[in-house]
C-alpha cells in the first residue's frame, strides 16, 4: 500500500565477478530495483527492466504521489515530476554524494548490507532464488529496530 512522506529511489547491479566495468553496464550483472522510506521500511525487487514504463509503477506500489523521491542522476528518473512526484537528484557523476537534504544513502546502505550479506554469508547466489535473498535482507532491514527478537517474528508468522 502506498504512502506518503519522503523516499530514496536507486537500482544496483548483483552478479557474478566479471573483469572490467562495474555498475551500470556491467556483464553478467542482474539489475534490482529498491525503494526505501527514509526512517522507514524499504522494498526491492527484480524489475523486467529499468525502463520508466517498469520502475515508475514500482514506484507507484510505494510513494503516493505528491511525496518527495530523492535520486541520483540515472534518466530512468525524468520523468517522476509527470507522475505526481515532488523529485531531487543528487549528482554522482559529479562526485556529489550530499547536498543538504538531498542523497541516496539510506538506499545505499541498504544495498552494502544487502551485497555484504550476500557475499559473506552465501558466497554466490543464482538468479533463481535472488529475490528469495533480496526479500531476507528487506525483512531485517525492515526489523531492524523491533524489540522482540527477528527469529520470535518470523515463528509468530508461520
Given amino acids: 500500500m502506498p504512502t506518503s512522506g519522503e523516499f530514496e529511489l536507486d537500482e544496483t547491479y548483483i552478479g557474478g565477478k566479471s573483469q572490467g566495468k562495474r555498475g551500470r553496464g556491467a556483464g553478467g550483472k542482474t539489475p534490482v530495483f529498491g525503494v526505501v522510506q527514509r526512517k522507514g521500511k524499504v522494498s526491492a525487487s527484480i524489475p523486467t527492466s529499468l525502463k520508466s514504463s517498469v520502475v515508475v509503477p514500482l514506484i507507484k506500489e510505494r510513494v503516493l504521489p505528491k511525496s518527495m523521491v530523492y535520486t541520483d542522476e540515472f534518466p530512468t528518473y525524468d520523468y517522476l515530476k509527470e507522475h505526481g512526484f515532488k523529485h531531487k ?48 535482507y528487506s525483512f531485517r532491514y525492515n526489523h531492524r529496530e523491533d524489540d522482540k527478537p527477528i527469529f520470535k517474528t518470523i515463528l509468530e508468522r508461520v
Fill in 89 to 136: 537528484r543528487i549528482h554522482h557523476a559529479s562526485k556529489v554524494w550530499v547536498a543538504g537534504n538531498v542523497h541516496t544513502n539510506t538506499i545505499e546502505g541498504f544495498w552494502s548490507a544487502l551485497k555484504r550479506g550476500i557475499n559473506g554469508v552465501y558466497h554466490a547466489v543464482s538468479l533463481r532464488h535472488l529475490q528469495g535473498y533480496i526479500n531476507e
